[in-house]
């Protein structure tokens, strides 16, 4: 059984007086555990409204999501839902409750009414995981804005949850921050948790197993990197490719011969240096 299941959905917000914007067609894919997906597509492709619709907030209108066998509509699960899907958000000012960082982390756990105990030491792992202990009684506004990202993860991993979705959590840093924060994202997808990551950036997309892209509500793309990159539908997609991907192509044009589509800077060097001796 694969741990997200999404069944033909759709889902449209009402806008008032009878109207409504479509903002989900048709959508179906499933995810297994363990899994590092990421969700690609333009502004307004309907990326915030998957998300939305992953951890329960939103219910399809039509269609269904299910989570471990959950379906999203079952209003008795929803509190299990939520707490197996975990999200991090763009803003990471938006995020932070309170002023010291352990007290930020804990208050997820403490309105679940984790004994104090257990608190601490789930408090204690989740900033171990985002390399953040050595701040922890320090007060979260002199941060940066990657280091405010990392706290507002380690808040959702002392939720334990299975899942983290990423809304777009690397948008407002700068590129050390968006390193940061995929590396973490990346540590976590190691140790057994599936992530998505919803992005515009295709070199963080590169990272991912897959790769799934949104266009105006529809599913157009759903692949490895290599097979993503290798479509002309990217761009039609409003998608730039990573610069490595770009560059390789453009040689590819001047007689040089790659491995099929590259993804990283890596393998363009390696494609480079296979055929400069
Ligand atoms: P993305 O995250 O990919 O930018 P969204 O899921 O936020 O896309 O939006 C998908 C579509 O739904 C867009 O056309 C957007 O204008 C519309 N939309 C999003 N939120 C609302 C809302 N609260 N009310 C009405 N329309 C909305
Ligand atoms: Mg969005």
Request: hydrophobic share 40%.
């Amino acid at each position: 059984m694969p741990q997200i299941e999404l069944i033909n959905v759709s889902y449209s917000y009402r806008t008032g007086e009878g109207q409504s914007v479509r903002a989900l067609r048709n959508v179906s894919f499933s995810v297994e555990k363990g899994e590092f997906v990421a969700l690609a597509g333009m502004n307004g492709s309907g990326k915030s409204t998957l998300a939305k619709l992953l951890n329960g907030l939103f219910v399809p209108s039509a269609g269904d999501v299910v989570i471990d066998g959950m379906n999203t509509r079952d209003e008795e699960r929803t509190f299990d839902i939520r707490r197996k899907a975990g999200m991090v958000f763009q803003n990471p000012d938006n995020q932070m409750v309170a002023t010291i960082i352990e007290d930020d982390v804990a208050f997820g756990p403490e309105n679940l009414g984790v004994p104090r105990e257990e608190m601490i030491e789930r408090v204690d792992r989740a900033l171990d995981a985002v390399g953040m202990q050595e701040y922890r009684t320090r007060s979260a506004s002199k941060l940066s804005g990657g280091q405010k990202q990392r706290v507002a993860i380690a808040g959702v991993l002392a939720m334990e949850p299975e899942i983290i979705i990423f809304d777009e959590s690397t948008s407002m840093l700068d590129p050390e921050g968006r390193a940061e924060i995929m590396g973490v994202a990346k540590k976590l997808n190691e140790k057994g948790i599936t992530v998505i990551a919803i992005t515009h950036n295709m070199d963080e997309a590169a990272m991912a197993d897959r790769i799934i892209v949104l266009r105006k509500g529809r599913k157009v793309l759903d692949g490895t990197p290599k097979e993503v990159f290798a479509s002309p539908e990217v761009e039609a997609c409003g998608l730039a490719l990573p610069p490595a991907t770009e560059l390789a192509r453009m040689l590819s044009e001047r007689g040089f011969r790659f491995d099929g589509t590259v993804t990283d800077e890596e393998e363009l060097v390696e494609g480079i240096c296979s055929q400069s001796n």
